[in-house]
């Protein structure tokens, strides 16, 4: 098979176990086309931790879970040295901690103080931790999806602006339906029944057909215009003013560069995933939500008027130019 036609058995293959949850898969894949890392939100019980168990299931890598607590200390995520002895003599040597994996669960990451939070701010963007002055190489696939609850805010830590900026998509989940919640129940008791709950697990896909298909989806072209837009948009967070006044009144601080980065890989891995060899301004409103999202600081009118991030990005796409 292709890489395109593994990619989409994948997606197969983690919808048979996540139910009603399509978007939040394909958004899923395309963080991991981009090579980035994802931030899911959602109320408690609406899958995350099965969504991202199912993504590791189905491929051939290691996965790390860490259950991010208010104790929970730097060295206990990258690592430390060890005092080990050999042949009678001491020696201290490095110990890898659970961030040395491929696919990390950092389930409920807004529990943790900011010094572990900020243990991941080099792990995230440099793909590298350093400790005691030594710098440590992370796998060649290294994706952090983390996890968080919106509503429960009683011991928490809400994440820096620094840190949800290395993210390359906020995910948010939502309730399924009720025809697929009433399928929920139902494979929930078939797996309970079944002597093998994990039946669906013969599929599994290797790292080299998801770097194979990173390297093709690099090769997606972007035309001038297309890049012209992405531009436009972020600039639009920026100089909401320029192009209309409840955003002016809606948005404090705009995107980062990264979030022009973000939306242009984000695109090229949806134009991908479509089968197209180009990208079009399509693809890049596909993503603009979840790529944005978190990226916008609403100002004290946005959040008196209960007026949302994606309610903002709806009427800054509303607004740009697209190119024709």
């Given at each position: 098979m292709t890489a395109l036609q593994n990619l989409q058995a994948l997606h197969t293959s983690m919808a048979a176990s996540v139910l009603g949850q399509d978007r939040v898969i394909r958004q899923i894949l395309l963080g991991l086309l981009a090579n980035g890392h994802l931030l899911?939100?959602?109320?408690?019980?609406?899958?995350?931790?099965?969504?991202?168990?199912?993504?590791?299931?189905?491929?051939?890598?290691?996965?790390?879970?860490?259950?991010?607590?208010?104790?929970?200390?730097?060295?206990?995520?990258?690592?430390?040295?060890?005092?080990?002895?050999?042949?009678?003599?001491?020696?201290?040597?490095?110990?890898?901690?659970?961030?040395?994996?491929?696919?990390?669960?950092?389930?409920?990451?807004?529990?943790?103080?900011?010094?572990?939070?900020?243990?991941?701010?080099?792990?995230?963007?440099?793909?590298?931790?350093?400790?005691?002055?030594?710098?440590?190489?992370?796998?060649?696939m290294f994706m952090v999806v983390a996890t968080q609850n919106p509503i429960e805010q009683e011991g928490t830590y809400p994440l820096p602006e620094a840190q949800m900026d290395r993210f390359i998509m906020k995910v948010l989940l939502d309730y399924p339906s009720a025809d697929d919640e009433s399928q929920v129940l139902r494979l929930l008791r078939e797996e309970e029944q079944a002597a093998s709950p994990e039946r669906n697990d013969a599929f599994s896909l290797a790292q080299d057909v998801i770097f194979a298909a990173r390297r093709e989806v690099s090769k997606i072209q972007v035309s001038p215009a297309i890049d012209r837009y992405v531009i436009d948009l972020v600039n639009a967070t920026r100089r909401p003013g320029d192009y209309h006044a409840d955003l002016a009144r809606w948005i404090s601080l705009g995107a980062s560069p990264r979030g022009g980065i973000g939306l242009d890989r984000c695109a090229r891995a949806d134009a991908w995933l479509q089968g197209q060899t180009f990208v079009t301004p399509a693809n890049v409103q596909a993503v603009a939500h979840p790529v944005l999202r978190h990226r916008l600081q609403l100002s004290y009118d946005a959040v008196a008027e209960g007026v949302t991030a994606d309610q903002v990005l709806d009427r800054l796409l509303a607004c740009v130019a697209i190119p024709a």
């Amino acid at each position: 098979m292709t890489a395109l036609q593994n990619l989409q058995a994948l997606h197969t293959s983690m919808a048979a176990s996540v139910l009603g949850q399509d978007r939040v898969i394909r958004q899923i894949l395309l963080g991991l086309l981009a090579n980035g890392h994802l931030l899911l939100e959602s109320l408690p019980g609406l899958a995350k931790t099965r969504t991202v168990k199912a993504l590791a299931r189905h491929l051939d890598a290691r996965m790390s879970r860490i259950q991010f607590t208010p104790d929970l200390l730097p060295s206990d995520i990258t690592g430390a040295e060890v005092l080990h002895q050999v042949d009678g003599q001491n020696l201290i040597r490095f110990q890898s901690g659970p961030l040395f994996g491929n696919l990390i669960l950092a389930d409920e990451i807004n529990r943790a103080p900011a010094k572990v939070q900020a243990a991941l701010l080099e792990a995230m963007e440099e793909r590298q931790i350093t400790v005691a002055g030594a710098s440590h190489a992370l796998p060649p696939m290294f994706m952090v999806v983390a996890t968080q609850n919106p509503i429960e805010q009683e011991g928490t830590y809400p994440l820096p602006e620094a840190q949800m900026d290395r993210f390359i998509m906020k995910v948010l989940l939502d309730y399924p339906s009720a025809d697929d919640e009433s399928q929920v129940l139902r494979l929930l008791r078939e797996e309970e029944q079944a002597a093998s709950p994990e039946r669906n697990d013969a599929f599994s896909l290797a790292q080299d057909v998801i770097f194979a298909a990173r390297r093709e989806v690099s090769k997606i072209q972007v035309s001038p215009a297309i890049d012209r837009y992405v531009i436009d948009l972020v600039n639009a967070t920026r100089r909401p003013g320029d192009y209309h006044a409840d955003l002016a009144r809606w948005i404090s601080l705009g995107a980062s560069p990264r979030g022009g980065i973000g939306l242009d890989r984000c695109a090229r891995a949806d134009a991908w995933l479509q089968g197209q060899t180009f990208v079009t301004p399509a693809n890049v409103q596909a993503v603009a939500h979840p790529v944005l999202r978190h990226r916008l600081q609403l100002s004290y009118d946005a959040v008196a008027e209960g007026v949302t991030a994606d309610q903002v990005l709806d009427r800054l796409l509303a607004c740009v130019a697209i190119p024709a």
